[in-house]
C-alpha cells in the first residue's frame, strides 16, 4: 500500500541477466580507473544541494543552517524589531557556494517564514508545495527542450527539514497534515527544534509518540524504508529510522569548555555543546544530511519524486494550477472545479493510474 | 551577532583610541578631510545617545546621518551585522593630536552604554567601506580548522589591515578571561570579515569556519555509481579477419566467446554480445558488436548502411525510453555505444575509400577512435609515413574522429602525447610465450617475437590506457552529451516539435504530444472505417457466390428429380405391359387346357368338336 513506488528501488543494481553472462578476467585491465575518472568529473563540475527548512518562527530554523554549514548561511537570525512579522507566507531563498577541500557545493537554502504563525493556518502548505512544484516544473521545462544544456542546473529542493516545536505531547494537527502532504512531494526529515527545552527522558518518550503517529498516518519520512537496497542499507537505515525526529540544538556562537572551543548555548545552569552526542543529536543530523547520505537525497529526489511529478503533469496537464512562469498548456476544459493542491491531483493521479 | 546583553566597555578604550586612526587609515581622502566631521558626528551621537537600543535600523539610521558623503551608501543588510567592535591599526597609525585629542574626551562616557556601541559599530562601518571601496578580494577561502578567533585572525592576515590583526588579537587578548565578550569579538570580528559583501551579488562565496563535512560527496557519488554498475559499448568496424575480436580478447585480458565469421555474408550485419566484468568492487556490463561480413562483398556500397542504422536504433530505444511517461532511466540498460573502434587495414599506403565513406558517415554518431591493425606487418618506418597519411587524409576529407579531452590538467598531459600517436597501430594476441623468464602475450614468428605490450613494438598499450584507463568515462558523456543529444534534436524537429512557435511563445512537448496524438488517433478511426467497410464488402460478395452456388444446386436438384421421375414413368409402363402379356399368356394357358381336357372327355366327339373348338377358338 504504498503510494510512491510500485517497482524496485531507484538505485537498486542493474540485474545480471542470462544474456549477460560473467566472465573471468585473466589480468588487469584498469576497469576500476573509471572510479577516479568518475571523481575527477565530479570535482570539476561541483555539487548542488538544495535545502528547505520549515517551522514556525522562533524554533531557530536559520541558527541551525548556520550551525550546520559552519557559516552565516542567514545574516541575520532575528529579526529587526522595525520589520513586521509576515502576514503570510513568504519563501526567501540564498544561495551560497561553499568549498572544502577541493569540493565545491552549491548550496541553497530556503527559508519559510511565517508558517504557522497566523491564527488561521489552513492550506498554509500550499505556497510550500507550490514552490517545490515549481522547481519540478522549471526542471521539466528545461528537459524536454529541443536544444537542451549540457548540464541542467538543478534547483529542485532535495530535503525538506521540519521542525517540530518541543511541545513534549505528540504531534500537532497541522503538523500531521503539513508531513503528509509533503512526505509525497519531497524528502522530510522532522527534528526536534530546541531539544535543550526536554529532559533525555521527555525526549524518548516525545520521539516515541512522534514516531506513533507517524506511524498511525501513514508518513513516510527520510529514509524511506520501500528504498532500501540491500540488507546493509537497511540495517544502517533502521538504526536511522530508529532516531528520527532527532532532538537537535542549534548554536552559532563559541565557548570555552575545558579548554576546547566548542559550539553551544550558554545558559545560567550549564553550557549545552551542539557537537556532544550526550547534549543532543545534531551530528547525527548532520551526519545523515551531508556526510554520508547527500549524495542518496539527490538521487531519491531525481530518481522518484521528480518522476512522480512529471508523470502526473504530463498526465494530468490541465489539472494543476499554474504558477506564475508556468507555460500555459492546454487550455483547461469547462469541467468540475480543479482540486484544491497540485499534490492532491497527483495523487488522485497516482490512485487512478493504480487502479488501471 | 548583536545581543543586547554584551558589555564591552573594557575594550571601548582600545577601541576609541584607534577610532581616529582607523579613520585615517582608510586610506580615502574624502574619508579623512571628513573625519573631523565624522568625529564630530560621533561625538553628537555619542552624547545625544541617539538610537536607543541595539536596534538594526536604528543604528544604521544614526549612521547614515553621520556617513553621509564620502563613505556613501552601504547595503542595509550589513546593519544587522554590524559590530561592536573592530579595533584596527593601533600602534601603526600616528593618530592626529586634535583627533586623539577628541578620542580622549570620548572616552570616559560613563553609563552610556550605547556610546561604544555606536562608536564600534561606526567604526566597523567605515572599515568595511574602506575595504570594499579598495576592491575586495575574494573570500572563498579554504576552511582550515580551528575556532572562528583564530579563523578571523588569519583572514585578517591576508586583509590590508593586516596589523589589525594584531591589534585585535591584542585587543581580544586583553579582553581577558572575559568569555562572552571574546566570543562575541571573535564572533564580531569573523562576522565583520566573512558577511561584508554587497547583498546585491547572485552568488556568495562563503567561509566556513569549521569542517562541515561534505568533502565526502565525491565518495558518496562513487559508491553509488559502483553499487549500479558501468556500461560500457564498443563498436569494431573492420573487415572479416582483420583481428577484431582477438583484439577485444587482449584488451580485456579474457576469451569471449565467438567462431571466426566466414567470408560468405551477403551483407553486413551486426552482431552484439553481452558480458559481466568483475574488477576488485567494479562491475562493468560491456557490449561488443561486430560488424560481420563487412568488406567482404563484391559491392560495397551499402556496407555502412546497416551500422548507421544499429547505432541509430540504440539512440532511438534511449529516446523512447526517456520520452515515455512512466519511465525507469536508472535501471535501463544503456546500449548506446560509447566506442567506436575502426580498424584500418595495414597495407601501408592510405585509407581505403571505403573506410573514408563508412567513418564519414559515423563521425556524428559515434566517438570513432582508428586503429591500424595487425600492426606488425609493417615495418617502423612504413608505419610512421603510413600514420601521416592517414591523419592528412582524414583532416582533409573533413572526418571528426575522438578528441581526447585536454581540458582537465589531470589528464590534458597524458591525452596530449597520446594524440600524437592517433591512429594506434595495435597487435593483438591471447596465446602466452615465455620472454626471458616470465610469460607475455606475444605473436611469435619464426624471425622473432611481437610482444603485444612492448610499447616499442606496438601501441596497444596506448590504446588500452586511452580508452579505458583515462577516458572511458569520457566517452561515455561525449556520447550521451553530443552525439546522443544532436540525434534527440534531428529526431524530435523530424517528428514536428519545436522550441518556440513563429509567435515565439514558448512550445511545449507536451502540446505537439497531444495534437501528435490525436492526428494519429484519426489516422487510427480512418483505417478502422476503411477496414470495416471493406469486410462488409467482402461479405457481401461471399454472400452473393453463395446465393449462386445455392441456386445452381437447386436447379440440378430439380433436374434430377425429374429425370427420376420419367424413368419411374418408364418402367411402370413396361411393367403394365409386361403385366398384360403375362396376363394374355396365362388365359391362353388356361384355355389351352381346357380344351385338351374336353378332347380328351369325348374322342370322337374329339375331332368334330375339336374342329369345331379349334375353328371356333381360331377364329
Not at chain 1, 524504508?225 to 537505515?237: A, H, T
Not at chain 2, 585615517?24 to 574624502?30: I, T, Y
Not at chain 2, 535501471?331 to 565513406?357: E, W
Not at chain 2, 495534437?515 to 487510427?524: V, W
Amino acid at each position: 500500500m504504498d503510494p510512491l513506488r510500485q517497482s524496485a528501488s531507484p538505485c537498486s543494481s542493474r540485474p545480471s541477466s542470462p544474456k549477460t553472462p560473467p566472465c573471468e578476467m585473466l589480468g588487469y585491465v584498469g576497469i576500476e580507473a573509471v572510479l577516479d575518472q568518475l571523481k575527477i568529473k565530479a570535482m570539476k563540475m561541483g555539487f548542488e544541494f538544495n535545502i528547505m527548512v520549515v517551522g514556525q518562527s522562533g524554533l531557530g530554523k536559520s541558527t541551525m543552517l548556520n550551525t550546520l554549514f559552519k557559516s552565516k548561511v542567514w545574516k541575520c537570525t532575528l529579526p529587526g524589531l522595525a520589520m513586521p512579522t509576515p502576514q503570510t507566507l513568504q519563501l526567501k531563498s540564498v544561495t551560497h557556494v561553499i568549498e572544502e577541500k577541493g569540493v565545491k557545493l552549491k548550496l541553497t537554502v530556503t527559508d519559510t517564514p511565517g508558517f504557522g504563525d497566523q491564527i488561521n493556518n489552513d492550506k498554509c502548505w500550499n505556497p510550500i508545495l507550490g514552490y517545490i512544484n515549481e522547481q519540478y516544473e522549471r526542471y521539466l521545462q528545461e528537459e524536454i527542450l529541443i536544444t537542451r544544456q549540457r548540464h541542467i542546473p538543478d534547483t529542485r529542493v532535495h530535503c525538506c527539514v521540519y521542525f517540530v516545536p518541543p511541545t513534549g505531547h505528540c504531534l500537532r494537527p497541522l503538523d500531521i497534515e503539513f508531513l503528509q502532504r509533503l512526505c509525497r512531494t519531497v524528502n522530510v526529515v522532522p527534528v526536534i527544534a530546541r531539544a535543550d527545552s526536554l529532559t533525555l527522558e521527555e525526549r524518548e518518550a516525545f520521539r516515541r509518540r512522534i514516531q506513533h503517529n507517524l506511524r498511525t498516518h501513514c508518513i513516510e519520512v527520510y529514509p524511506q524504508k520501500c528504498f532500501d537496497e540491500d540488507i546493509n542499507d537497511r540495517i544502517l537505515n533502521s538504526k536511522i529510522r530508529d532516531r528520527i525526529p532527532f532532538a537537535v540544538v542549534g548554536a552559532d556562537r563559541q565557548h570555552l569548555v575545558n579548554g576546547r572551543c566548542v559550539l553551544g548555548r550558554k545558559t545560567k545552569w550549564g553550557i549545552i555543546e551542539v557537537e556532544n552526542m550526550a547534549h543532543c543529536e545534531f551530528p547525527l543530523l548532520r551526519d545523515l544530511l551531508i556526510r554520508s547520505h547527500l549524495q542518496d537525497l539527490k538521487d531519491i529526489t531525481h530518481n522518484v519524486h521528480y518522476e512522480n511529478y512529471r508523470v502526473c503533469r504530463l498526465n494530468e496537464s490541465h489539472v494543476l494550477p499554474h504558477g506564475p512562469c508556468w507555460v500555459n498548456l492546454a487550455p483547461t476544459p469547462p469541467g468540475p472545479s480543479v482540486a484544491p493542491g497540485p499534490s492532491k491531483a497527483c495523487t488522485q493521479a497516482r490512485e487512478d493510474s493504480d487502479d488501471n | 551577532m548583536l545581543s543586547p546583553q554584551t558589555r564591552l566597555a573594557p575594550v571601548s578604550l582600545h577601541l576609541l583610541r584607534s577610532l581616529s586612526c582607523l579613520v585615517k587609515r582608510v586610506a580615502e581622502p574624502e574619508a579623512r578631510t571628513s573625519a573631523p566631521r565624522i568625529l564630530l558626528g560621533l561625538q553628537h551621537v555619542v552624547e545625544r545617545g541617539v538610537a536607543a537600543r541595539v536596534q538594526a535600523a536604528g543604528v544604521s539610521v544614526a549612521l547614515e546621518r553621520v556617513v553621509s558623503g564620502p563613505t556613501a551608501t552601504f547595503a542595509e543588510g550589513e546593519s544587522c551585522g554590524l559590530s561592536p567592535l573592530t579595533p584596527a591599526g593601533g600602534p601603526h597609525a600616528i593618530p592626529p593630536p586634535t583627533a586623539s585629542a577628541r578620542a580622549r574626551r570620548l572616552t570616559p562616557l560613563p553609563g552610556e552604554a550605547n556610546g561604544p556601541f555606536q562608536a564600534g559599530s561606526h567604526v566597523a562601518l567605515i572599515k568595511r567601506e574602506g575595504r570594499r571601496r579598495g576592491g575586495s578580494r575574494c573570500r572563498c577561502l579554504r576552511a582550515g580548522a580551528g575556532c572562528w578567533q583564530s579563523a578571523a585572525a588569519r583572514e585578517a592576515r591576508g586583509r590590508r589591515a593586516g596589523a589589525g590583526a594584531r591589534a585585535r588579537a591584542g585587543a581580544a587578548a586583553s579582553v581577558g578571561g572575559e568569555h562572552p565578550g571574546a566570543a562575541g569579538v571573535g564572533a564580531a570580528a569573523a562576522m565583520a570579515v566573512a558577511v561584508g559583501r554587497p547583498s546585491n551579488e547572485e552568488l556568495r562565496n562563503l567561509s566556513l569556519s569549521g569542517h562541515v563535512g561534505f568533502d565526502s560527496l565525491p565518495d558518496q557519488l562513487v559508491n553509488k555509481s559502483t553499487s549500479q554498475g558501468f556500461c560500457f559499448n564498443i563498436l569494431c568496424v573492420g573487415e572479416t579477419g582483420i583481428g577484431k575480436s582477438t583484439l577485444m580478447d587482449t584488451l580485456f585480458n579474457t576469451k569471449f566467446e565467438s567462431d571466426p565469421a566466414t567470408h560468405n555474408e551477403p551483407g553486413v550485419r551486426l552482431k552484439a554480445r553481452s558480458y559481466e566484468l568483475q574488477e576488485s568492487n567494479v562491475r562493468l556490463k560491456l557490449t561488443i558488436v561486430d560488424t560481420v561480413g563487412f568488406g567482404d562483398q563484391i559491392n560495397k556500397d551499402d556496407s555502412y548502411k546497416p551500422i548507421v542504422e544499429y547505432i541509430d536504433a540504440q539512440f532511438e530505444a534511449y529516446l523512447q525510453e526517456e520520452l515515455k511517461i512512466k519511465r525507469s532511466l536508472f535501471n535501463y540498460h544503456d546500449t548506446r555505444i560509447h566506442a567506436c573502434l575502426y580498424f584500418i587495414a595495414p597495407t601501408g599506403h592510405s585509407l581505403k575509400s571505403l573506410d573514408l565513406v563508412t567513418m564519414k558517415k559515423l563521425d556524428s554518431k559515434v566517438n570513432i577512435i582508428p586503429i591500424i591493425a595487425k600492426a606488425d606487418t609493417i615495418a617502423k618506418n612504413e608505419l610512421h609515413k603510413f600514420k601521416s597519411k592517414i591523419m592528412s587524409e582524414l583532416v582533409s576529407n573533413g572526418v571528426q574522429i575522438y578528441q581526447f579531452p585536454t581540458d582537465e590538467e589531470t589528464v590534458a598531459e597524458i591525452n596530449a602525447t597520446m594524440s600524437v600517436h592517433l591512429p594506434f597501430a595495435v597487435v593483438g594476441s591471447t596465446e602466452e610465450v615465455k620472454i626471458g623468464n616470465k610469460m607475455a602475450k606475444a605473436r611469435q614468428y619464426p624471425w622473432g617475437v611481437v610482444q603485444v605490450e612492448n610499447e616499442n613494438h606496438c601501441d596497444f598499450v596506448k590504446l588500452r590506457e586511452m580508452l579505458i584507463r583515462v577516458n572511458m568515462e569520457d566517452l561515455r558523456e561525449q556520447t550521451h552529451t553530443r552525439h546522443y543529444e544532436l540525434y534527440r534534436r534531428c529526431k524530435l524537429e523530424e517528428m514536428g516539435f519545436k522550441d518556440t512557435d513563429p509567435d515565439s511563445k514558448p512550445f511545449s512537448l507536451q502540446e505537439t504530444y497531444e495534437a501528435k496524438r490525436n492526428e494519429f488517433l484519426g489516422e487510427l478511426q480512418k483505417k478502422e472505417e476503411e477496414m470495416r467497410q471493406m469486410f462488409v464488402m467482402r461479405v457481401k460478395e461471399k454472400e452473393a457466390e453463395l446465393k449462386e452456388a445455392e441456386k445452381e444446386l437447386h436447379e440440378k436438384f430439380d433436374l434430377l428429380k425429374r429425370t427420376h421421375q420419367e424413368e419411374k414413368k418408364k418402367v411402370e409402363d413396361k411393367k403394365k405391359e409386361l403385366e398384360e402379356e403375362v396376363n394374355n399368356f396365362q388365359k391362353k394357358k388356361a384355355a389351352a387346357q381346357l380344351l385338351q381336357s374336353q378332347a380328351q372327355q369325348s374322342g370322337a366327339q374329339q375331332t368334330k368338336k375339336d374342329k369345331d373348338k379349334k375353328n371356333a377358338s381360331f377364329t
